[in-house]
């Protein structure tokens, strides 16, 4: 049986509830949860109105690799306004 990966608008979601649970995520946690292209899914979210914060970090992956530059991203909600959250809250299925 082949398995297929979610839409992209679906894993914008899972994208969106990810952060919003455990508070940012990278490249290695996208992987986890079945989200392809991580960068992308984040370019889409920044071109629906979220604002994100990010770091570059040096990570370990699930091989014990170490690779640097390693993008760690979280929502800016501080910067968001109230109807970008009002938009976030609508994807994240909180309306």
């Known amino acids: 049986m082949k398995k297929h990966a979610p839409s992209t608008h679906n894993q914008q979601i899972i ?5 919003v649970e455990h ?9 986890q949860i079945g989200v392809c292209h991580l960068a992308a899914r984040i370019r889409e979210l920044k071109n629906k ?4 914060n990010w770091i570059d970090q040096i990570v370990l992956d ?16 501080p910067a968001m306004t109230q109807k970008q959250i009002t938009k976030l809250n609508k994807l994240l299925g909180k309306s």
Not at 15 to 19: D, L
Not at 23 to 31: L, Q, S
Not at 49 to 52: P, R
């Open 15 to 19: 994208v969106a509830k990810y952060i």
């Open 23 to 31: 508070g940012t995520i990278n490249r290695y946690d996208a992987d």
């Open 49 to 52: 109105g979220f604002v994100f």
């Open 62 to 77: 699930p091989h014990g690799i170490e690779h640097k530059g390693v993008r760690r991203y979280w929502f800016n909600k």
